[in-house]
């Protein structure tokens, strides 16, 4: 009876000493989590917009409200921005500070490996990925409509108008189906959209993969209710078999059964970082059949950044827990300084991953996730330095 009892002691203070363990590294980890957070979210804030709204508000005679409207609404953004890095300077700080004096010794010399001292902080960093995602996709993008349509408002400026969202030589192509693109529907070209008209359209319709009609218009409209497009002013050729024109026809106004998709695109006056992951998937299904290969890789780009970013936040962790490790007599102000050479490598790399990525040289995915594959391996080398 006594020998079937040993074990249970014996694994209830395993358990109390894990915990106590577990306590003890959250205890550490946590207080510079949030000075670090709340540091960066402030100091990136005032770099990135505070010099700005100061010009504004002197030089433009923006209301002193607006601009405070416009910095809590910028806020979330910054904040996110700022998670993965104050994980990665908490993790530097809290293992440099275990290692100059001698816990990490401590811990070899008792059987706790890293893996183990590791798990309290990379489940911290795993709920804060999470709290990340969700911030960047559901706070985010419409704090950030919000603060620029609060700008253009003071200005007086439409955004359809301006130069960067102003459609123009827009192409779509629609295929009869999407395993043969070779099956040609229709081709829609046109030179203009502005003020909710389609200007000098061309129209060209294939039928059993051959070219059988040319509509050519001045303009062309969504009409709602009857779910078409209206084509107005222009002339419709009609191809037979053999190539030639069968016939040709005036018209003043053509109802044509295209898809709404053209529409919502060039209605689409958002930037990509006003948009959540659902909805730049969505633009992606559009620009696709748009035929623009530039503009094809710049949103399978951002939405590869959206899931590379969360996870950000576990490569910087690791890292910043094998430099600490690895690092025994670095001061606070070390730290800060090796924080600041991490996060500029960090960043120059990412620059040059995306910019790669958009000319073709590398694939897009490996153009997003490369800065944190970098992390991941650059800690697993500082990790064999610290030999623990």
Request: charged fraction near 20%; proline fraction near 3%.
């Amino acid at each position: 009876m006594g020998t079937f009892m040993l074990p249970f002691p014996d694994m209830q203070t395993v358990f109390q000493r894990v915990s106590l363990l577990d306590r003890y590294l959250i205890q550490r980890f946590t207080p510079p989590l949030i000075f670090s957070g709340f540091i960066l979210t402030v100091f990136g804030e005032l770099i990135g917009i505070s010099f700005e709204q100061i010009k504004f508000v002197a030089t433009s005679s923006i209301p002193i409200e607006t601009a405070v409207y416009v910095h809590l609404f910028k806020l979330p953004a910054f904040f996110v921005i700022s998670l993965p890095l104050a994980l990665l300077m908490a993790s530097l700080i809290t293992f440099s500070d275990l290692s100059s004096k001698d816990e990490i010794t401590a811990f070899r010399t008792v059987g706790i490996g890293f893996n183990r001292a590791y798990i309290p902080v990379f489940m911290i960093s795993l709920l804060v990925s999470g709290v990340m995602f969700v911030f960047q996709e559901i706070v985010v993008p419409p704090a950030n409509l919000r603060a620029a349509t609060l700008l253009e408002s003071e200005w007086n400026i439409d955004r359809s108008k301006m130069a960067k969202y102003n459609r123009k030589d827009i192409v779509y192509l629609k295929h009869l189906s999407e395993e043969a693109e070779s099956d040609l529907d229709f081709l829609f070209f046109a030179r203009r959209f502005k003020n909710g008209e389609m200007q000098d359209v061309t129209l060209v319709k294939y039928r059993n993969n051959a070219l059988r009609e040319i509509l050519v218009s001045k303009y062309a409209k969504w009409d709602g209710i009857g779910q078409t497009w209206k084509m107005e002013s222009g002339h419709q050729y009609v191809l037979a078999i053999d190539g030639y024109y069968a016939d040709i026809n005036s018209f003043q106004e053509l109802s044509v059964n295209l898809t709404k998709r053209l529409l919502d695109y060039v209605n689409d006056y958002r930037d990509n970082r006003e948009m959540n992951i659902l909805e730049l998937h969505r633009r992606l299904t559009i620009i696709k059949e748009m035929g623009n290969i530039r503009h094809v890789r710049q949103l399978r780009l951002s939405i590869q950044e959206r899931y590379a970013l969360p996870f950000s936040c576990l490569g910087f962790t690791f890292l910043g827990t094998s430099v600490g490790a690895a690092l025994k007599s670095v001061g606070k102000v070390n730290n800060f300084g090796v924080s600041a050479i991490v996060i500029f490598a960090y960043y120059a790399l990412q620059f040059v991953s995306q910019s790669l990525a958009m000319v073709g040289v590398i694939p897009i995915v490996l153009g997003a996730w490369m800065p944190n594959l970098l992390n991941f391996l650059f800690g697993c080398g500082f990790l064999k330095r610290s030999q623990w």
